[in-house]
């Protein structure tokens, strides 16, 4: 079975995001006084084959956290979705 794997890695909300930061300070700059928290998310769509549905989020759960994330200082989410 095809599967698509929808990705998003984001740093954890206890640690500072200096882009998300910059993001915030400059909209404020131009007009969206009322921004705040801005969070930047890496967004990463995988298309993989499994046996099942359970099988690909484990194979996505490892690539997560072997390869696609730091879990020191980050977190991430994914949604699977048969093809």
């Known amino acids: 079975m095809k599967f698509i794997a929808q990705i998003n890695v984001m740093p954890l909300k206890a640690l500072l995001d200096p882009q998300g930061k910059a993001v915030m300070n400059s909209a ?15 967004h990463i769509d995988i298309e993989l084959e499994a046996k099942s549905k359970d099988d690909a989020a484990r194979k996505v759960d490892e690539l ?13 989410e994914f949604n699977i979705f048969e093809i």
């Open 28 to 42: 404020k700059k131009t007009g969206f006084e009322t921004i705040s928290n801005v969070r930047i998310v890496k």
């Open 64 to 76: 997560c956290k072997k390869i696609l994330s730091n879990p020191i200082i980050e977190s991430y």
